[in-house]
């Protein structure tokens, strides 16, 4: 048997339990199938294709009964670097980024909903000889990334960088900083736009110093990304952007300066919210 603890926080209530999977839910693609059977919300579902895979993680695309889209996430959760369940290698990621990247996820969608995918389900299986993975069900916001869209050119860039500063507008109101906002972690479906990857999610409680410079490195981080898509006007398209943002017409070239960076200045300010989220509790 292959031992599934589901983590659930659909409800006001949190609560934690032991399943079974039979043996034959170890291979392949077919572990994902026997999880879904298994799932408090019991949103059954089928895997239809690999959406994207990496060094840490395999994202496949699936629908429910009632033909809704999903994706599923799956992370290596071993004690050592092992193969995922299409048979490549991944490196392992800690058990408590993991957990804390749910957590985030289930609050931003409480504090700012609309902003990042809804999270459907999320459970971490455990298996024989120390295997186990991270598994996060969630609704299907899109196929392609900002950068893919901006870089295209199929979609005005204006339109769109309005949408992603009114999304961050909203999750900095919200108390939230996104933590690594590059045009990789914008999901477009034009005209919309969702944010992915809650892994470096911060959520404060107050307007203090450290909520400041967060929030300034989470535009900083965009900026610079849509200034490294050499076709578009960047310096014109940042300036709209933190227009939209502050909600002032007085936000020029100067301003886009301020925050276009090295990349010896980008990985200080790096380092310094990584700092500033070490010592923040979620």
Request: proline letters at 2%; charged letters at 20%.
């Amino acid at each position: 048997m292959v031992e599934v603890i589901v983590e659930s926080h659909l409800s006001a209530v949190t609560f934690s339990c032991v399943l079974g999977i039979s043996a034959a839910a170890r291979a392949g693609l077919n572990v994902c199938d026997a999880i879904s059977q298994r799932l408090p919300s019991r949103k059954r579902y089928s895997i239809t294709d690999v959406r994207g895979r990496g060094s840490y993680g395999v994202v496949l695309a699936g629908r429910t009964d009632e033909d809704a889209g999903v994706v599923a996430k799956l992370v290596n959760l071993s004690s050592a670097t092992g193969m995922n369940v299409l048979g490549e290698p991944w490196f392992v990621t800690d058990i408590k980024s993991f957990r804390r990247e749910i957590v985030m996820l289930h609050a931003v969608a409480l504090g700012a909903p609309g902003i990042f995918p809804e999270i459907l389900d999320a459970c971490v299986v455990k298996g024989g000889a120390g295997v186990s993975f991270g598994f996060v069900l969630m609704r299907d916001v899109g196929t392609e990334s900002l950068h893919a869209v901006l870089a295209s050119g199929r979609v005005g860039a204006r339109r769109l960088m309005q949408v992603c500063a009114q999304l961050l507008k909203s999750l900095h109101a919200s108390g939230f900083v996104h933590g690594d906002l590059h045009t990789g972690n914008a999901i477009c479906e034009p005209p919309h736009v969702q944010f992915v990857d809650t892994s470096r999610t911060v959520y404060f409680g107050d307007a203090s110093v450290d909520c400041k410079v967060a929030k300034l490195y989470d535009l900083t981080v965009l900026i610079n990304s849509v200034d490294d898509i050499a076709r578009l006007d960047s310096m014109l398209l940042c300036s709209q952007f933190l227009q939209e943002y502050y909600g002032s017409s007085s936000a020029g070239v100067a301003e886009v300066n301020d925050l276009l960076c090295t990349p010896e200045q980008m990985r200080e300010k790096r380092e310094e919210f990584v700092r500033i989220l070490e010592k923040t509790s979620l």
